[in-house]
């Protein structure tokens, strides 16, 4: 039976982590997983979830129970309204709904699966360069999988009218996978003037928008403003999915907590949709699991506790920013060739270097940085201990 099956690489992003770990260098620096570190470089858990966690182990009416296929509705519906707002017209018109899924991965793929049993001919464009588990997701559930040019090398920005043409020239009701916030890995998204040229043409050209949401509160630091492009296009009357995650905006990476929120047309496609989406709930995972999401819960629908979850965000986005600028003095310092103010100007979790595949190569044999090989850093692996060392080995890099 397993006669001709192939031995697979490890995938990339998870075997940098591995090769990181297995490092014997004291100064090693992991730049590769998008994953919170504090200060220490050590990983985070935030304050209110701790607290929570806590009350949770002293609540007695608490079982193991399954959830309900769905997930637990009290979750899903307060993770559509922190994406969609609560006074969204889509939501005062019960158009909407939430499944939950095992994080922002199971989402995409659930949402992926759905639509190709209802337009297998369908092709989906993913964003050039994009999360590198966006290929294999919708390409596993048997789409075809094109790519739109995003990033220009060259501005080290958004490739616009390129993104614009692919829009254009993509085949009638091709379904899009755009990033709703904090672009990975690029750091760069639309501007809103952007959004709404790229709405409109999705619009004429009946494409589907996919937003895939794995940093909200990452970006700007504010839920509201970092939901704005999914409200945009919720308010212009669009269908939606959107596939949340609270893996990083909650530290909640190994719960695999997570949603996909839809917005119908009308109250009854979203009772429909919700019934199939449940079916393929049930043939993968049967139900999904309930501590993260009891944690999310928790603190999505209650004000205290979401007003400290706010302020615990905003210690993260704030210590990445200030990584950046840190960042972006060092090299200034040793006067390091190029522009490199796009480390500053790029926002989220990640900053797209520029760094060749070669200098990658350079920087991990001879200094132990550890980076994805297309350049992006995870900025949250920068602290105040190591970010002179990194931008030393960046101007080494660049030098020679
Ligand atoms: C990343 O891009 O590093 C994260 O989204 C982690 C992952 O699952 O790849």
Redesign the pocket.
Known sequence: VFEAVENLPLDP?FALSAAYVADADSNKINLG??AYRDNDGKPWVLPVVRQVEQSLLNDKSLNHEYLAIDGLRTFTDASAKMILGSESIAVKEKRFLGVQQISG?GAVRLGSDFLFKINKNATVYISDPT???HLQIFGDSGFTVKTYKYWNAATRGLAFDEFLESLKNAPLGSIFVLHACAH?PTGVDPTHEQWKQIAAVIKERKHFPFFDC?YQGFASGSLAQDAWAVRYFVESGFEIFVAQSYSKNFGLYSERCGCLTVVTSTEQQAINVRSQLCRLNRSSISNPPAYGARIVNAVLNDPTLFTEWEENLRTMAHRIIKMRSECVRHLTDLKTPGSWDHITSQIGMFSYTGLTKAQVKVIKEKFHVYMTDNGRI?MAGLNEGNVKRFAEAVDYVVRN
């Open positions: 992003i997983i998008g991965t999360w590198g588990n990975n794995a995870s």
